[in-house]
Nanobody, 124 residues
Framework: QVQLVESGGGLVQAGASLRLSCAAS????????MGWFRQTPGKEREYVAA????????YYADSVKGRFTISRDNAKKTVYLQMNSLKPEDTAVYYC?????????????????WGQGTQVTVSS
């Protein structure tokens, strides 16, 4: 049973940085794609970034490109989302997700496993 546990959210001011972590367990992740999504009340969950666990190829939504960096630590089975230059519009619950395929997609329905989410609030 794959389990994902996010941590690292919090309240910060605009321009600050945060690093989210997603600890993965219960699976062999070398052929997985790991993604980060976010959701605000009343809106659909949206894609933020993804990484292929094996090769480490990285992909980003246009809204975060140049500010966010996704990475993974194979030994710790942990995926990170480094968020710099945060803006109030980045405020959301951030979710880690896993897909048992090497094909990177941004469609949330293609991700089978989800964490519980961690709140990020950016004040202006």
């Amino acid at each position: 049973q794959v389990q994902l546990v996010e941590s690292g959210g919090g309240l910060v001011q605009a321009g600050a940085s945060l690093r989210l972590s997603c600890a993965a367990s219960g699976g062999t992740f070398s052929s997985y794609v790991m993604g980060w999504f976010r959701q605000t009340p009343g809106k659909e969950r949206e894609y933020v970034a993804a990484i292929t666990w094996g090769v480490g190829s990285r992909y980003y939504a246009d809204s975060v490109k140049g500010r966010f960096t996704i990475s993974r630590d194979n030994a710790k089975k942990t995926v990170y989302l480094q968020m710099n230059s945060l803006k109030p519009e980045d405020t959301a619950v951030y979710y880690c997700a896993a897909r048992s395929s090497i094909a990177v997609v941004s469609t949330l329905q293609e991700y089978r496993y989800w964490g519980q989410g961690t709140q990020v609030t950016v004040s202006s």
